[in-house]
């Protein structure tokens, strides 16, 4: 099956250079992060938060160790007063040494505060609601208590020599002044960054650009976002966001978090390497991506969704005649992301009714049998014909194929008329569906 | 449950009028069809090029009258070119006398515009490749041949009275002043829409946003846009092109297609709800949803992904205690969408280790039980320890708070000290479980 599984790097001449990509960063954009985020990964927080969630203390340890070869930045872990085994093992894993620093997610109150920075964690992220909604069902807290509260947390933390974030939460149903009011209140006392949340996933791209450009001409630390999927922008919001200059992005493996979840670790991968694959490969082991997902829907219990972003079963199979041809020319043509960057391959899906010629062929040379283009043409009319009439497999392609070649190969031998000999091929067949061929 | 299931409507009043709706149409776009778009069905066009899809005739005459009742603007077919029986399936849906419009979508080429416009259909979508890449490695047309092609079937189409489209394949990868050029001369000669396809999935919103601007302003006509969904951006950039000044998107049930699919019906339903929930709802029966996407995730033997907008089997589950708390006071904190508006209904996950005392007090009102709220918070700190140990369910949970009930509610005859008698519970652990809850 070589030729149908070229690797795409023979063809990476061809495609665009960075500088002329059009998927790449905007030259516009002089804020952008496109080539130079981070990841807080966020699995083992927001990812516990997922419905069918249940993480053993082993569990995590290993998710924890996966993601940390990964490569990821930040690896964000439940808060220490959910739960006493939550406490225990949030100190578990800032003890494993990882390469990644370790986070704790807490509500922005010094009685969590004071149990987070004992239990050894990098950093501590902050959160609470600012949005008119949150602060009259959820805490019931005005602006004014939010900043004293801000304030206090975020000294204690800094005082103790690890790093602080400040989060709002449901940001973009927040009064705009209010959140710059509050952003530039907790920049000035020095956290390492502000977070932006999109609590509730009905952010829209533009949006988000307009919300993050505005943020960062107020304040000087970094900006990171968190995006729901509920509407199904994660990503792209995600991929705006560091557009308009935030440098940090949460991400779960699959997605998996609160209702349908928040921007993937896979799909981001898939969107960033599209804008910028150098940076991507040089930082992340993308060929392990499959492994992570699998590993963490084993745990929590789901099926890889069969359209995931570069996993999903079907990701790179190619199916119409016409695709295919182009394909089989030059892989760019229809394929953007590399399946080799995944340890992955490319199909070409031959076997049915929108099948084309070239498509055809190549598996007549896979096959090591000679038909002239036209022959392939013919050929290609008999497959479609049976396409029409059931679901095919690669075996049917294969005997029809077969047969053909010993027909047209033994000219002597050719029935003088009706169709050609298939007969284990219409074995399959029912009386009906044998009437429809024939016809 | 009914208090755990209340309808969202309820507190509709107290959300964001339409015109303080941070997630409505921007302002700032005149030219915005968020609140005026159309969709192209294309399950049985692009949709038959998923890797899985087999649809006999009777099956694309469910799925076509399914979408038709559901509101569908239009309902694109394959080629009837692609084979014999295709071309008989697409006579026999123009023949069912549907509210949808039908199309077929064929090459660029009059030898398909012949057989199509001979099947019954309202329109033709036509589509030729225009990046470097195609037009090397596909079709080997250059420019001028191009739009000598699509004068000529567009002319030939027109003919005929009925709806004619031209798309351009890869549009992001193609030259924009030849776009530009092809698209305005199409457009003079009367094409109903031109097309946009980001063909390799890999477009991003911004990107999106002024292609379709400026293309808006070189066309009189309506503009169709077509995103692949490899970088997860499919329903985003379908957003962003509305706001543009695109009027149709190309969707298909679950986004079947080729590879990963396109903008998923269901997924493009979320997102324009949450910026015009009047008229999503004036025009589409969105309580439908579930089951067309069921009818065809069984036709092409997927299961519904665990993360799909609104159908993802935890889409409307809330788990965190924090959550909880602010859902059970008012759904719209952490909702925009509302589950009752598809037929579906809220779920608050209590029976976890993230579980707060708000949502055990509710699932104790339901239980017709009397606890103060220091006494469900205190029975909230034993289910907490008991899903520290092991993964719980409803039951766990019943049983922990009704022995607690029974404990508090008969003081006599209260053990003197240890655990309360909770033994159905305990018997489903082991002798580790029972150690570490012990602890």
Redesign the interface.
């Known amino acids: 099956m070589s030729d149908l599984f070229k690797p795409i790097s023979e063809n990476l001449q061809s495609t665009?250079t960075s500088q002329t990509n059009?998927?790449g960063p905007?030259p516009a954009d002089f804020l952008s992060n496109v080539g130079s985020f981070q990841l807080i990964e966020s699995t083992l927080r927001e990812g516990?938060?997922?419905?069918?969630a249940?993480f053993s203390t082993e569990t995590k340890i290993e998710i924890a160790k996966a993601l940390d070869d990964f490569g990821v930045d930040y690896i964000e872990l439940?808060s220490p007063v959910?739960?006493?085994?939550?406490r225990r093992d949030c100190e578990a894993i800032c003890k494993l040494g990882l390469k990644a620093k370790i986070l704790t997610h807490i509500?922005c109150h010094m009685d969590d505060a004071r149990v987070a920075v004992e239990t050894g964690v990098d950093g501590v992220d902050v959160v609470i609601?600012t949005?008119q909604?949150?602060r009259?069902?959820?805490h019931g807290k005005d602006m004014n208590y939010i900043a004293q509260s801000a304030i206090e947390v975020i000294e204690f933390v800094k005082s103790k020599g690890i790093e602080i974030r400040f989060s709002s939460e449901?940001s973009?149903?927040s009064d705009l002044v209010d959140l710059l009011n509050i952003y530039r209140t907790v920049d000035k006392i020095g956290v390492n960054r502000v977070g932006i949340a999109d609590?509730?996933?009905?952010?829209?791209?533009?949006?988000v650009?307009e919300l993050v450009r505005t943020l960062k001409s107020v304040v000087n630390c970094d900006i990171e976002c968190h995006f729901h999927?509920?509407?199904?922008?994660a990503?792209?919001?995600a991929?705006?966001a560091l557009?308009g200059g935030a440098k940090l992005i949460d991400v779960s493996v699959?997605?998996?978090g609160?209702?349908?979840?928040i921007t993937?670790l896979g799909?981001?991968m898939?969107?960033m390497i599209?804008?910028d694959r150098d940076y991507v490969l040089s930082k992340y082991k993308v060929h392990k991506l499959r492994d992570i997902e699998n590993l963490v829907a084993e745990a929590v219990q789901?099926?890889i969704?069969?359209?995931?972003?570069i996993t999903?079963?079907?990701?790179?199979?190619?199916?119409?005649?016409?695709?295919a041809?182009?394909i089989l020319?030059?892989p760019?043509?229809?394929?953007?992301?590399s399946p080799a960057d995944f340890g992955l391959t490319r199909y070409i899906?031959f076997a049915?009714?929108?099948t084309g010629w070239n498509a055809i062929k190549s598996r007549v040379d896979q096959l090591n049998l000679h038909l002239t283009d036209e022959q392939c043409k013919e050929v290609t009319n008999k497959i479609?014909?049976l396409?029409?009439?059931?679901?095919l497999n690669i075996d049917d392609v294969d005997s029809i194929i077969k047969d053909f070649h010993a027909d047209v190969s033994t000219p002597l031998v050719k029935p003088v008329s009706g169709l050609p000999k298939v007969p284990h091929i219409l074995e399959g067949l029912d009386e009906s569906e044998e009437k429809r061929l024939k016809q």
Chains 1, 2 share one sequence.
Request: glycine share 8%; with cysteine; aromatic share 12%.
């Open positions: 665009p059009p998927y905007n516990e938060q997922f419905a069918n249940f439940t959910a739960s006493e085994q939550s509500r609601g949005s909604f949150l009259k069902f959820s449901d973009f149903r609590t509730v996933g009905c952010a829209n791209p533009r949006q650009y999927n509920d509407t199904g922008c990503i792209a919001n991929y705006t557009e699959l997605g998996i609160e209702r349908n979840g993937p799909g981001l898939a969107r599209a804008a789901v099926n969704p069969f359209n995931n972003p999903g079963f079907c990701a790179f199979t190619h199916k119409a005649g016409i695709h041809k182009a020319a030059n760019s043509t229809y394929e953007i992301l899906h049915n009714r929108l479609k014909k396409g029409d009439v059931r679901q």
